[in-house]
T-cell receptor, first 116, second 114 residues
Framework: DTEVTQTPKHLVMGMTNKKSLKCEQH?????MYWYKQKAKKPPELMFV???????INESVPSRFSPECPNSSLLNLHLHALQPEDSALYLC???????????????FGAGTRLSVL | AQTVTQSQPEMSVQEAETVTLSCTYD???????LFWYKQPPSRQMILVIR??????QNATENRFSVNFQKAAKSFSLKISDSQLGDTAMYFC???????????FGAGTILRVKS
């Protein structure tokens, strides 16, 4: 099973709203990622969690707040977003360096976010 | 810093024919991994094929194969017997060994026509 599940699939929010995106995997992966993807562009890395600790923050604005409550779950909390934040948000996970098939990132289907 | 270049923004191929997507990269690292990911209109990013830089043998996965030329820093993807379901955006990606930051190319939109 190489499934990364993201909810919701679609989200529309106003600039004053607070919402959260959820990502879940049960493959025992200890690295999890958030990406932002604009139409017809490659994904842009936002955050990396390794063993539930934030290891990379690609200078993402503070209106995006990641959280990794346990090894299977990754959240992205959204607050006071701007219309330019509208995009597809992808979650991914990968095994640790010691594991077999290391370094392969498995992606979820994404959350399509629209900010009005 | 690593860079990945995909010089073909869009390509078309007839069903059952063969198509090659190009990818070049730049790095000073010796050990790394290269990937081709496929993203259909359904938007799920799916791993197509993976190549370790220390392996000289080109990776193959059914109808998909790569031509890895390490000295030329080239990593092209060949799709044989193209199928309508191969229609997607294809991304070439680079990962340094022990790293976790994928570097993506700009992508190539492939359309398979019947």
């Amino acid at each position: 099973d190489t499934e990364v599940t993201q909810t919701p699939k679609h989200l529309v929010m106003g600039m004053t709203n607070k919402k959260s995106l959820k990502c879940e995997q049960h493959m025992g992966h200890r690295a999890m990622y958030w990406y932002k993807q604009k139409a017809k562009k490659p994904p842009e890395l936002m955050f990396v969690y390794s063993y539930e600790k934030l290891s990379i923050n690609e200078s993402v604005p503070s209106r995006f707040s990641p959280e990794c409550p346990n090894s299977s779950l990754l959240n992205l909390h959204l607050h006071a977003l701007q219309p330019e934040d509208s995009a597809l948000y992808l979650c991914a996970s990968s095994p640790t360096r010691q594991a077999l098939a290391k370094n392969i990132q498995y992606f979820g289907a994404g959350t399509r976010l629209s900010v009005l | 810093a690593q860079t990945v270049t995909q010089s073909q923004p869009e390509m078309s191929v007839q069903e059952a024919e063969t198509v090659t997507l190009s990818c070049t990269y730049d790095t000073s690292e010796s050990n790394y991994y290269l990937f081709w990911y496929k993203q259909p209109p359904s938007r799920q990013m799916i791993l197509v094929i993976r190549q370790e830089a220390y392996k000289q043998q080109n990776a193959t996965e059914n109808r998909f194969s790569v031509n890895f030329q390490k000295a030329a820093k080239s990593f092209s993807l060949k799709i044989s017997d193209s199928q309508l379901g191969d229609t997607a955006m294809y991304f070439c990606a680079f990962l340094v060994e022990y790293g976790n930051k994928l570097v993506f190319g700009a992508g190539t939109i492939l359309r398979v026509k019947s």
